[in-house]
């Protein structure tokens, strides 16, 4: 019994920790032998939450969990926020976040080609289509990748503009 019980052991703390989609988890259990071969047993999974696939930079005091290319919000093709990503629209990208100032970019949705440099917008503004900087440029591109226009803003006035 003595000479089976470690490899047991051994074999149940190593199968306790699966990989998932979602993350690790981490199996605890509960059993019982029904004679030499047979056992009989439940378990629990507990979820650990990691995921290697993105990197948190942190959360700020409003609450929003800043992670690389996290995506802000959807727009559809007339500039509506939206839940999901919807075909002829666009996503925002929230790239990070300094002060109370968020560094954004957006994206065409169904390309993923980029439809502005990045730029800073105020938390209030990050669900408008239409946002503009206070004070830096906005430079936005056409669907295949060449500029539209290029605008200066100052004190949240548009001071220059390319078209």
Do not use: W
Not at 13 to 24: D, E, F, H, K, M
Not at 83 to 91: D, L
Not at 145 to 159: D, S
Request: aromatic fraction near 8%; charged fraction near 15%.
């Amino acid at each position: 019994m003595k000479k089976i019980l470690l490899p047991a052991l051994l074999a149940a703390s190593l199968s306790a920790c699966t990989v998932g989609t979602p993350g690790v988890s981490v199996g605890l259990g509960v059993g019982t032998g029904i004679g030499r071969h047979v056992g009989l047993g439940t378990s629990i999974n507990i979820p650990v939450g990691l995921d290697k696939t993105k990197t948190t930079k942190g959360t700020d005091s409003d609450g929003i969990r800043i992670s690389e290319e996290q995506i802000v919000t959807y727009f559809d093709a007339h500039g509506t926020p939206s839940n999901s990503a919807v075909k002829g629209g666009f996503h925002r990208q929230l790239i990070s976040k300094r002060n109370n100032e968020y560094v954004v970019q957006d994206f065409y949705s169904d390309n993923s080609q980029k439809r502005t440099d990045p730029y800073v917008l105020s938390r209030n503004q990050l669900m408008q289509f239409r946002a503009t900087p206070s004070n830096g440029s906005l430079t936005t591109y056409a669907y295949n990748g060449t500029v539209m226009q290029q605008q200066v803003f100052q004190n949240g006035k548009l001071v220059n503009a390319k078209y």
